[in-house]
Nanobody, 124 residues
């Protein structure tokens, strides 16, 4: 059973910083793209940032310059460093990853997995 577990959310004041972590566990052969998404109350889930296995990054426009996505392939862990946080950044943040896992008959397959989410609240 493979899973992603996020951590690091919490309450932070406007202008503050937080670092989220996303740890993948289970029998994983490799991790392709990892990404962070968020869903604010009453809104649809939106992309925050993605990072490829080679380290290429992509950010939503509103996060550029404030958020930094990174990963440690040796630890099967992704990170989202958030700074200059605003009240409108309040949301549940979800990690997503494309995992290469063993399949029957010695084959492999790709699985897209979501974490359970971690709440980030930006408020004074």
């Amino acid at each position: 059973q493979v899973q992603l577990v996020e951590s690091g959310g919490g309450l932070v004041q406007p202008g503050g910083s937080l670092r989220l972590s996303c740890a993948a566990s289970g029998t994983i052969l490799s991790i392709n793209t990892m990404g962070w998404y968020r869903q604010a109350p009453g809104k649809e889930r939106e992309l925050v940032a993605t990072i490829s296995s080679g380290g290429s990054t992509h950010y939503a426009d509103s996060m550029k310059g404030r958020f930094t996505i990174s990963r440690d392939n040796a630890k099967n862990t992704g990170y989202l460093q958030m700074s200059s946080l605003k009240p409108e950044d309040t949301a549940v943040y979800y990690c997503n990853a494309d995992l290469l896992v063993p399949f029957m008959g010695g084959l492999t397959r790709s699985r897209a997995v979501w974490g359970q989410g971690t709440l980030v609240t930006v408020s004074s």
